[in-house]
């Protein structure tokens, strides 16, 4: 069964530094999401993106943060100038059609900031 | 925007007892609820969801009951077993999902 697809892992970084994670979805899908959970937090919604533009963001998404789909596969989430309390797991997700179904969720990628 | 309330945080039954985790909703266009259970270290699964055209839902030993109308839902676990021991999220849903809080439910054998 297909599954949405995250690297690294683990993404170790100094205060400062740009990091850039990466997404594969589920290469039939059509709606992209990232969320962050804090450890021991709930997870919380960045950013929507639908039809190579963001459809929704929250207000943690500020301009500290970007989304792209560079080629037909792949969705990053770059965070420009990294921040201590942006260390937290980031999940990607994507759905096939319409805003208001299943969610199929990443792995999750691990971000310590230093 | 959304604001989504969950309760309890955590939950301790005994193997077999029922479980009940409730929540609510702020925004009256949320219209697709979902609920996730997540292991740790490991990413959200959806176990359940319900759309605001359906007032219950039900698979097996989970059930999700929405009324609309007070703006909340809940999740109810039957005949819970070891295995269903995890943290377990609310969401609701107008094209931006917004989580709960979470609960954590333990099930003691």
């Known amino acids: 069964e297909p599954e949405v697809t995250q690297t690294p892992s683990h993404q170790v970084t100094q205060m400062g530094q740009e990091v850039i994670l990466r997404c594969v979805p589920i290469?039939?899908?059509?709606?992209f999401y990232w969320y962050r959970q804090i450890l021991g937090q709930k997870v919380e919604f960045l950013v929507s993106?639908?039809?190579?533009?963001?459809?929704?963001k929250s207000e943690i998404f500020d301009d500290q943060f970007s989304v792209e789909r560079p080629d037909g596969s792949n969705f990053t989430l770059k965070i420009r100038s990294t921040k201590l309390e942006d260390s937290a797991m980031y999940f990607c997700?994507?759905?096939?059609?319409?805003?208001?179904?299943?969610?199929?969720f990443g792995p999750g990628t691990r971000l310590t900031v230093l | 925007g959304e604001n989504v309330e969950q309760h309890p945080s955590t939950l301790s039954v005994q193997e077999g007892d029922s479980a009940v985790i409730k929540c609510t909703y702020s925004?009256?266009?949320?219209?697709?609820f979902p609920w996730y259970k997540q292991e740790l270290g490991k990413r959200p699964q959806l176990i359940i969801d319900?759309?605001?055209?359906?007032g219950e839902k039900k698979d097996q030993r989970i059930a999700v009951t929405l009324n609309k109308t007070a703006k909340h839902f809940s999740l109810h676990i039957t005949e819970t077993q070891p295995e269903d021991s995890a943290v377990y999220f609310c969401?609701?849903?107008?094209?931006?999902?917004?989580f709960g809080a979470g609960t954590r439910l333990t099930v003691k054998p």
């Open positions: 997700a994507s759905i096939k059609e319409g805003i208001n179904n299943e969610q199929f």
């Open positions: 290469s039939n899908h059509l709606y």
């Open positions: 993106f639908y039809n190579n533009e963001i459809s929704e």
């Open positions: 925004d009256s266009a949320s219209n697709y």
């Open positions: 319900i759309r605001s055209n359906v």
């Open positions: 969401a609701a849903s107008n094209n931006d999902m917004r």
